[in-house]
């Protein structure tokens, strides 16, 4: 049976926030605000949040960073996975990716055709490994971004979630899921 087995140990994750926006500021920025408070809610640690244009190289730059930076397991962004003209997320990030995860974008379009129906097929969320680190993308509104965390990512990175969590996959803490 799948879940939170509560008798095991929370592990937390060291989770970075990229907003891609350009009219976006910390001010302004309801989606990256929203998984910041989720994240840490959950018990993970803030790693690190910005928030850069919706340009390629800006985001593969951000992205290239904190993927080498062995204080970041986790990259979630929100912002450019549409079909605008500016919408440039997954060609700026699967180039960087060694693997990508499918079943993100197929899991995160069942949960959020609950709350914006068939408008999910307007987005291009996904998820990869870009080498030890793992990237998801979320589209830019805070809906998005709630149901993303509400409905999948709180569960992805609570390692007591059985039968297995994102977790179990990060360098450190490999060998969690057995």
Same mark, same amino acid.
């Given at each position: 049976?799948?879940? =939170?087995?509560?008798?095991?140990?929370?592990h937390?994750?060291?989770? %970075?926030?990229?907003?891609?926006?350009?009219?976006?500021?910390?001010?302004t920025?309801?989606?990256? #605000?929203?998984?910041?408070?989720?994240?840490?809610?959950? &018990?993970?640690?803030?790693?690190?949040? #910005?928030?850069?244009?919706?340009?390629?190289?800006?985001?593969? %730059?951000?992205?290239? $960073?904190?993927? $080498?930076? +062995?204080?970041?397991?986790? =990259?979630?962004?929100? &912002?450019?996975?549409?079909?605008?003209?500016?919408?440039?997320?997954p060609? #700026?990030?699967? +180039?960087?990716?060694? /693997?990508?995860?499918?079943? *993100?974008?197929?899991? @995160?379009?069942? #949960?959020?055709? &609950?709350? =914006?129906? =068939?408008s999910?097929?307007?987005?291009?969320? *996904?998820?990869?490994?870009?080498?030890?680190? *793992?990237? @998801?993308?979320? +589209?830019?509104?805070?809906? $998005?971004? /709630?149901? $993303?965390?509400?409905?999948v990512? &709180? *569960?992805? @990175?609570?390692?007591?979630?059985?039968?297995?969590?994102?977790?179990?996959?990060?360098? /450190?803490? /490999?060998?969690?899921?057995?």
């Open positions: 049976m799948s879940g =939170i087995d509560e008798r095991l140990t929370f937390p994750l060291n989770i %970075a926030v990229l907003t891609v926006s350009d009219t976006r500021n910390l001010d920025d309801t989606s990256g #605000a929203l998984l910041a408070g989720r994240l840490t809610g959950a &018990g993970h640690m803030f790693a690190a949040r #910005a928030i850069v244009t919706d340009d390629v190289e800006p985001i593969r %730059a951000q992205m290239r $960073a904190w993927i $080498a930076d +062995p204080g970041v397991d986790i =990259i979630v962004s929100t &912002g450019g996975t549409g079909f605008t003209p500016r919408d440039v997320t060609e #700026a990030v699967m +180039p960087l990716l060694r /693997r990508t995860m499918d079943g *993100f974008s197929v899991v @995160f379009h069942q #949960a959020s055709i &609950g709350t =914006i129906g =068939i999910t097929l307007q987005s291009r969320a *996904f998820a990869g490994q870009a080498e030890e680190t *793992f990237v @998801f993308c979320l +589209p830019g509104s805070t809906g $998005a971004c /709630r149901d $993303a965390w509400d409905l990512l &709180g *569960f992805e @990175f609570d390692s007591r979630y059985r039968p297995c969590s994102i977790a179990g996959q990060v360098p /450190r803490l /490999r060998g969690l899921c057995v």
